[in-house]
């Protein structure tokens, strides 16, 4: 039974790559040990993939492990040599065999010879050790099913494997009534099958790795998914407090204008008053005069005295209109409540709670370069548009400037936001300014970043009347090659993947210019095309007024030339944005500080 143990010890103490003893031990920081010569041919191996793992855990090391002798496991594997040679633990069972060879009171075997086909004791196992012919049997843990390979029939060792009969014979068998069957060694058939086992286990390790893997995505999701809400409650939260302080501020405006009035009224209702008195007290002096003149007995004296009418008098009743109420404010303002309440309800029974779900696998954490502004969320985006709708009526604002004197006035400072730059766009002068290369591949993964179109957008969202100018140069050397697509877009314009629906110009929530050095313009919107005529410029200006719906595209030269206008309603706040062709390596466009 000690022996037994040994051959147990065997396995733990082998290495994984050779399947011998350890011969001078070194082990990984992930605790798995490996001959010292082996692990370094291993890592020959991956020397040209410029990576380092263990072959058994696969754990990648930056770089190559130094590794030194670990004596302990040196001392016990050296120990477990001289203990006797390597034994097939591969049909260890945990039966109790007897010794074929003892007689009287058998002892218990420690070992069975697949040649000798018995079992035996330590004591009648010592020839196997001593003797140089018994040295070369094999023995294995101690079995009592050895008579499994003796073939019945010829009482032959089985040593053959009939392939297209799949069972195992002996020699007599494979040219009796196997002959002409396709029959190897079984040792042969051990090898193949051992390859194939190794194959099956390094198929069910990539498959263990794979699920491992989607248990760490489907983390990633969880916890995406988690921030997500959080910042649809965020938004939530910041949109219905600014819809909220809308509602105090027109409140306070209609107490106002309710005080107001109410001021107005009773100043013309005390003007009145006052009016009233003084004819009250000019009528009673008159009437007092006149009780007076009646008194008097002198006829003539009467006549001389009897006065004209006062003006008292002969004033006529005016209509005075009717005190003012303030019941048609509390109508109004109830129809108001009725008319919000509606909308409101309405616009949020079209906004979809549940999570839209993306095609695409979460990335490894990364640390943005720079901070980012998220795109927004279903929800928030109705909300805000909402807010927008129940902002009050503005007046249009003056006409569009004609100089270029006038349209700096509304210069915007343009930056490009670099978590929706495409991984071969290159940003520098402090995002000022993109460089298209085709072979770079720059930044790591992000949800905001646009992965099929060579496109950016711009950090600041533009409202209000806005004015920037976008200079571009290119590195093409055929003429048609050299372009670019100066761009307005909404936040929630789409990123990742090639369908239309994420080029500017090409859906309802993007506006394109297309400019070319052969002086040929295209205007872009919801795939539909204009062709626009004008004068070349590697200068263009873009000026936005928003709350006017105007959108305008000049080439700037000597002077502003109007290249198109678009006027629409905008919904959202925009973005600012470039595309580039995939054929014009090199190109840049920089927005330049215009104050």
């Not at 029974?349 to 640390?367: C, G, R």
């Not at 806005?466 to 307005?488: F, L, N, R």
Request: some cysteine; charged content about 25%; glycine content about 2%.
């Amino acid at each position: 039974m000690a022996q037994s143990a040994v051959a147990l010890d065997r396995e733990a103490f082998s290495c994984a790559i050779c399947l011998d003893l350890l011969k001078d031990p070194a082990t990984l920081t992930c605790g798995h040990s490996y001959c010292m010569n082996c692990i370094h041919n291993h890592w020959d191996e991956e020397k040209e993939k410029q990576e380092y793992s263990c072959p058994q855990c696969r754990q990648s090391f930056v770089s190559r492990p130094v590794l030194v002798k670990n004596t302990m496991l040196a001392l016990l594997a050296e120990q477990l040599e001289k203990s006797g040679p390597p034994v097939d633990i591969s049909s260890v069972v945990h039966t109790h065999v007897c010794c074929d060879v003892c007689t009287g009171s058998r002892l218990t075997a420690v070992k069975s010879c697949l040649q000798c086909l018995a079992s035996f004791c330590e004591k009648h196992l010592e020839p196997h050790y001593q003797s140089a012919a018994l040295r070369k049997h094999q023995l294995v843990v101690p079995s009592d099913k050895l008579q499994e390979n003796i073939c019945p029939e010829h009482n032959e060792v089985k040593k053959m494997f009939c392939r297209s009969d799949q069972q195992l014979l002996c020699v007599v068998c494979c040219m009796d009534k196997h002959a002409g069957h396709r029959t190897v060694s079984a040792a042969a058939e051990r090898a193949e099958k051992q390859a194939e086992l190794e194959v099956r286990v390094d198929q069910i390790l990539q498959r263990i790795q794979n699920k491992e893997t989607d248990q760490d995505r489907l983390h990633q999701e969880a916890l995406s998914l988690r921030c997500s809400a959080d910042e649809a409650v965020r938004a939530s939260e910041e949109i219905f407090t600014r819809l909220i302080h809308v509602m105090k501020e027109r409140q306070a405006e209609v107490e106002q204008q309710i005080r107001t009035q109410q001021e107005n009224e009773e100043a013309r209702l005390k003007e009145h008053q006052q009016l009233l008195q003084s004819e009250i007290s000019e009528l009673k002096k008159t009437q007092a005069q006149l009780n007076t003149l009646s008194l008097t007995p002198d006829h003539n004296r009467f006549i001389q005295d009897y006065p004209e009418l006062s003006p008292a008098e002969t004033a006529l009743t005016v209509q005075r209109e009717p005190p003012g109420s303030f019941e048609h404010v509390t109508l109004a303002l109830s129809t108001l409540s009725d008319l919000l309440q509606h909308t409101v309800k309405e616009g949020l029974d079209n906004i979809s709670l549940a999570p839209t779900h993306v095609q695409q696998l979460p990335p490894q954490p990364e640390t943005p370069l720079t901070q980012a502004q998220p795109e927004k969320s279903l929800p928030q985006v109705k909300l805000e548009r909402l807010l927008l709708e129940a902002q009050p009526e503005r007046p249009l604002p003056p006409n569009e400037p004609t100089t270029r004197k006038g349209f700096l006035k509304y210069a915007k400072e343009i930056t490009l936001d670099l978590n929706t730059a495409h991984r071969q766009l290159s940003l520098s002068d402090e995002n000022r300014r993109v460089t298209f290369d085709e072979d770079a591949n720059l930044y790591p993964r992000n949800p905001n970043r646009f992965n099929y179109y060579y496109q950016v957008l711009s950090k600041q969202r533009l409202t209000g009347r806005c004015y920037w100018e976008v200079k571009w140069s290119t590195s093409a050397t055929k003429w048609s090659d050299c372009a670019i697509t100066i761009a307005v877009s909404y936040n929630n314009i789409k990123r990742k993947d090639k369908s239309e629906e994420c080029k500017f110009g090409f859906n309802e929530n993007s506006w394109a210019l297309y400019c070319n050095k052969d002086e040929d313009y295209t205007f872009y919107f919801n795939e539909d095309e204009t062709e626009v005529c004008g004068p070349f410029s590697s200068r263009i200006g873009v000026y936005l007024d928003h709350s006017a719906g105007v959108l305008s595209f000049y080439s700037v030269t000597t002077s502003m030339n109007l290249l198109y206008r678009v006027q629409t309603s905008f919904t959202q706040p925009l973005h600012a944005g470039v595309r580039f062709d995939a054929k014009d390596n090199g190109a840049t466009a920089y927005f330049p500080k215009l104050n």
